[in-house]
DNA sequence: ATTGTGGCCTGCCCGC
DNA sequence: TGCGGGCAGGCCACAA
């Protein structure tokens, strides 16, 4: 469950290799590299390279190695993690294993001063890819603004909760942050995402920022105060009453079906 | 174009 | 104790 929060702390581990030189490249699980690049390839343009600097734009991890090289782009799926020699700033994934084996390394670069850089992903769902398309993805969440989330949602018959998780609207939110961010901000997530009004935008919005915010100072996106009564039989902790369970967007949703809903907005 | 669905990958947990 | 089925969700291909 790697959503934006989750691949920041990626970022901020990564960014600790700035500077060191890459001098081996392990990339023997073709699965794992994407955009049909090969692992002679990959090896070709890492090995050698110096790290720059990193930079994120949703759940995607860029790793700038310099002018005359590719942007290395990582991506984490559900269950990958990021680990700088034995150090990991996720120990155990919501929805992972709490294992690290070593078999489930399915890429690592090696650097000068003998330190280790590792993607470990029991599920293979992540992946490595040169230069990935930045451009494809939608606004950064955790900076969302108004003017960015409207053009997000407005005309959409869809669901708000799909266009919330559609990557190309808007990059970072996974199925935890969304249901955290809606039930805090009181929306249904069923809702048609094209039938929000403009205080609502702001309301919207405004509350995106500030649970990415929060649940990134506590840790993860599964620290939320909903996250505890996310299974079946689960009670809002606000009012008490029983959790709607849905599929929506394709993902498994919970949600108030008494404090949220068009029909009784926020008090 | 937009929206919905199913599949990919595989560990884990539950019930029998 | 072992086993099978269901489940988790980020992402992509594909269908309507």
Redesign the pocket.
Request: net charge positive; hydrophobic share 30%.
């Given at each position: 469950?790697?959503?934006l929060i989750e691949v920041e702390l990626y970022r901020r581990l990564a960014e600790r290799t700035v500077g060191r030189r890459i001098v081996e490249v392990e990339a023997s699980d073709a699965?794992f590299l994407?955009g049909g690049v090969t692992a002679a390839e990959v090896l070709g343009a890492l090995e050698g390279a110096t790290v720059v600097g990193t930079d994120r734009r949703g759940?995607?991890l860029t790793v700038d190695l310099g002018d005359d090289r590719p942007v290395l782009g990582l991506?984490f799926?559900?269950t990958g993690r990021l680990v700088l020699d034995d150090e990991a700033p996720i120990e155990a994934l919501e929805?992972g294993?709490?294992?690290d084996d070593p078999g489930w390394d399915r890429f690592a670069v090696r650097f000068d001063d003998g330190t280790r850089l590792r993607t470990n992903d029991?599920?293979?769902?992540g992946g490595v890819e040169l230069d990935p398309d930045v451009g494809a993805l939608g606004p950064e969440a955790s900076t969302v603004t108004v003017a960015q989330l409207r053009p997000a949602l407005s005309g959409?018959?869809?669901?708000l909760k799909?266009?919330l998780?559609d990557?190309a609207r808007l990059a970072g939110l996974?199925?935890?942050l969304v249901d955290e961010t809606l039930w805090r901000s009181r929306f249904d997530p069923a809702r048609p995402?094209g039938s929000l009004a403009a205080a609502e935008h702001r309301r919207l919005a405004s509350a995106i920022r500030r649970t990415v915010a929060d649940l990134l100072a506590r840790g993860g996106s599964h620290t939320g105060d909903l996250q505890a009564q996310r299974h079946r039989d689960g009670r809002c902790p606000r009012c008490g009453t029983l959790l709607d369970r849905r599929s929506i967007?394709?993902?498994?949703t919970y949600s108030c079906p008494s404090c949220t809903g068009p029909a009784a907005p926020a008090r």
């Open positions: 469950m790697p959503e699965w994407k759940k995607l991506r799926g559900m929805y294993s709490s294992r029991p599920r293979r769902l959409s018959t869809a669901p799909a266009r998780l990557q996974g199925n935890l995402a967007g394709g993902r498994t």
